[in-house]
């Protein structure tokens, strides 16, 4: 599975996303490739889903988008990974 963290410059926070998207990750025991990008290079084609603040959901123009209300709440991040992975 590939994952896409993303946010507008592609630097601090779409990395902090990533590293706690990573931990997220191993608790739920899948393997997943984790990595981020800033917001004007994403393709469709590039992750399986995207994950990101809610203020950039709407930008990010994919069906496979996954919006966390800030990137500090790892709990709140694994219940919306969690919801999209049992739609």
Known sequence: M????VCST?????FMIEMKVKQVMQEL????EVNHTDLGSVTPDM???????RDLADSIHAD???????I??????KE???AYLAR
């Open 64 to 70: 496979n988008v996954v919006s966390i209300p800030n």
């Open 2 to 5: 590939r994952i896409m963290a």
């Open 10 to 14: 592609g630097l601090g926070s779409s």
């Open 72 to 77: 500090t709440d790892k709990n709140a991040m």
């Open 29 to 32: 025991g899948i393997d997943a």
């Open 47 to 53: 992750a399986d889903f995207f994950i990101c603040t």
């Open 80 to 82: 919306q990974i969690q």
